[in-house]
């Protein structure tokens, strides 16, 4: 009870400096606009002008979150220093993964794991049968794999969850899975090559997102030096993360484009639980409910 009134306290606070912070800028504005009447309609035309080249989105509108993370905060550097995904970022664990579905997965969960099995590196499949989760993930852990990642199917037989646990601690994300494409079923989609991809993570901003951002970066390998020919893209928008996968083309020294190779999907985050798998008796550092959802200019990500 202390600690929840300590945070609240902080929090009251924070929010007060904010606001006082504002109100002597409006003041030290008033004093500027008085003492230059032609500065200040400089100011005010400028204003309107930028206001009418930026359109007005749900993003831009965004309510203040005192979760955002900025760059130089200390203090998160100092937690991510220590978590779970601190011996990736350092270079001394490379990825290795677990890969596996529902039981008896349908002919189109085949084909999505075959794509995947092309576009991520060290990335290893192992038929459910009738093994249950416990199992798995303590064959994962024994076996060396950093990560065990659960695609699961709906009753249309459409892959519909993807569950990321990383090993040996956890945490385990779980995301309903949306929006399926397959490469198989693109036109004019670009060929698989072997090659390592670039992976571009987009505005994972707040302590939940840059905690999803860091698991996800942990799937593929470490090389902040490479120059590649594919890019995969999560981009998140609107607490959606929409994943793309493409590759450079270059049609001269100067100019380049993009070809879509496919799959394309999107995740939306429900979950993410202390540990590893455990979907009866884990603990949850994050579950998304509807009624979060009450605000549109609210994210969590």
Known sequence: MAHKKAKAYSSTTQ???????????????????AKAPKKRKKRIRNRDEAEKQVPRTIESMRRFDETVVAASDAEVAAEENIDEFASYFRGERPPKLYLTTSRKPSEKMRTFIKELLLIIPNIYYFPRDEYDLDYLVKHATSSGFSAMLLITQGPNKLPNGLYICSLPRGPTTFFRLTSLVLASDMKGAGAFTESHSEIILNHFD???????????????????????????????????IFFRHHRYVFRNEKKCSLMEIGPRFTLKMHSIQEGTMDLEKGLYEFIWRPDLQVDRKRFFI
């Open 15 to 33: 929010k007060q400096a904010y606001k006082a912070q504002k109100k002597r800028e409006r003041r030290s504005l008033k004093i500027t606009d």
């Open 206 to 240: 707040t302590r939940v997102g840059r905690r999803i951002g860091r698991q996800i970066a942990s799937l593929f390998p470490l090389d902040p030096d490479l120059e590649a020919r594919r890019v995969i893209t999560f981009h998140n928008q609107r607490d959606m």
